[in-house]
Structures are given as C-alpha cells and as structure tokens.
C-alpha cells in the first residue's frame, strides 16, 4: 500500500507540475499572429515624427520605431524570426473602429491614452507627454484663446483636442464657429489658406507642421495647454498575455536608457522627408514618466506642470 500511496502521490505531483505548461497554451493576440505569420501595425501617414510617410511612402516615426521593437519581442516569444509585418494606414476616426475589429494588433501613431478610450482599448506605458495649443498666423494678431471669439476654428475630428477646444468655447462662450477636417494636414492647410485662423493640437504636432511649412516664421503656437495628452500604444483590451509582453518590452527600453536614443533621433535630430530638426528636448514629465513607467499617464501629470 505504501508503494501505491507513493505512486499515486508521484502521478499527481506531475499532473501539477503539468498544470502550468497547458495554461501557457497561446490566446488572444499572440495566437491570432502565431497562426496568421502576420503582425499588423496601424499606423498614421502625416502625424510627424511620430508616425508618417517618407518620401518613399513607407511608415517611419517614433512611434513606429518603438513598435517595431515590439515586434522584435513578439518574434522572439513566439520563436518565429520570418513574422512578417504588415502596416494598415488608420485615421483619428477609424484608429480604434480597425484595432477592436481585429484587423490591427497594435496602434503605433500619437494616441492620447485616456480615460473615455480605456473603455475601449488598452494602452501601453506613455511614452510621450503633450497637451493642446493652438497654431495661428503671426499676422492674426491672436495671442490666446480668448482671441478666437466669433471667429473660425479647423480642428481634427475624432481627437482630445478637438473635444478641449468645444469645452473652453462652451465655458467662454466665445461662439466660435467650428468645422471639421479628417487629418492634421487637412487642418493646417485651412489655417495656411485662411479658411480657419487656428487649429487647436497636441504642441509637438503643432512644432512639426510649422517647421514642415512652406514658411516656418509665419506662424506661431500660443495658449497655456488646454489639456493632457499622454501617447501611448494602443491594443486590444482584455488580453492579458500581449499587453504583459507589450509593457515589457516598452518598459525595458525606458530602464535600458534606450529610448534616450530613438527620442534623440526624432526630436533632436535632422528627419526625413525634409531634413527638418524640431529641435525639441525630452520634456521633464515625459523624463519623470520614463523613469518610474506606468500605464496611466492621464493621472500622472496636470497641465503637462510634473
């Protein structure tokens, strides 16, 4: 009896010790790109530098190079070094829509992490800090919202700011006249051709439209931030497994010092297509965010002021 009582009792030590092998078993995300050989990449086609065209009309930015180190990450967990990578353009309106519908496995554009989305989707930790202002004209005489009064305001439809602006006009009551436009190139274009005298955006993307502008010294960026826009990669909720080994490996190119490089390379360096340098250095919320990373970013700072 001894031995059968020790027998059975080895059987289920290894019934236990199998226990876990099964639940390592794919699901979720990692298993649709295990079985498809395919990681799709949504990505945007004008917002500079963090995810855009070049002159060749491949997607290149910040955003999309912290992506592919992600990729790099998912080629290694799942042993398949040949995954091939697929891009699907995606637009402020359609972003979320084609990431929830399955047909992108991660967002790598300059998505606001906030708490309305997070109803939706899930991000990864911040890895850029920005807020709304507004672009106007030097000739406009505009030195701040207050300015903009019955006059007319392009904005981006389906963005944080465009929401920022409609709630400061509300409270103001400034009645300014709004109309909408699907892309930040779209937007700038109305300012630049005087349809609309601002376009209310993230700074940074503000910074790289003047400096990609026929004139650069005609406009200037104005206006205290109207809000927080923390960016951060967006996927699919609910999927414990890929959002681990996303955070991971976002998370350990903050530790490694290695995304000081790749932000270096598109703030503080000449980029293409134009060889333009927005000149822009690491603010010092985005430094304290890398620092102690976290997926939360709408609460970690107030007025962009950490």
């Known amino acids: 009896m001894n031995r059968i009582s020790k027998l059975l009792l080895t059987v289920a030590a290894c019934a236990i010790c199998a226990t876990p092998v099964a639940a390592q078993e794919l699901t979720g995300t990692l298993k649709k790109i295990k079985d498809t050989g395919v990681v799709k990449i949504g990505n945007r086609e004008t917002s500079i530098p963090f995810s855009y065209l070049d002159d060749k009309q491949q997607p290149i930015g910040y955003g999309v190079d912290i992506c592919l180190k992600i990729v790099d990450a998912i080629k290694a967990e799942l042993k398949m070094p040949n995954l091939k990578i697929e891009f699907v353009p995606v637009t402020p309106q359609t972003r979320i829509p084609i990431l929830t519908g399955g047909n992108i496995d991660l967002e790598c554009g300059s998505t606001t992490n906030s708490v ?81 005298v601002a376009f209310p955006m993230d700074d940074i993307l503000l910074y790289s439209l003047r400096a990609s502008a026929r004139n650069p010294a005609d406009y200037e960026i104005v206006g205290e931030f109207l809000s927080d826009d923390p960016y951060g990669i967006m996927m699919r909720k609910d999927d414990p497994a890929f959002k681990k080994l996303v ?60």
């Open 116 to 196: 309305e989305r997070r109803k939706q989707v899930a991000f990864a930790p911040t890895y850029f800090m920005t807020g709304t202002k507004i672009i106007v004209k030097k000739s406009s005489g505009i030195k701040g919202y207050d300015d903009l009064k019955a006059k007319t305001v392009v904005y981006t439809a389906g963005t944080t700011n465009e929401r920022a602006m409609k709630t400061y006009n509300d409270e103001k009551k400034l009645g300014i006249n709004f109309i909408p436009s699907k892309d930040h190139a779209e937007s700038f274009l109305a300012v630049e051709t005087g349809r609309a």
């Open 247 to 306: 955070d991971g490996t976002v998370t350990n190119l903050y530790k490694s010092g290695e995304i000081n490089k790749i932000y270096s390379k598109w703030f503080q360096s000449q980029i293409p297509p134009k060889g333009i340098n927005l000149g822009f250095p690491m603010s010092d919320a985005l430094k304290e965010l890398v620092k102690n990373p976290n997926d939360k970013g709408v609460e970690a700072c107030g007025k962009m002021k950490c």
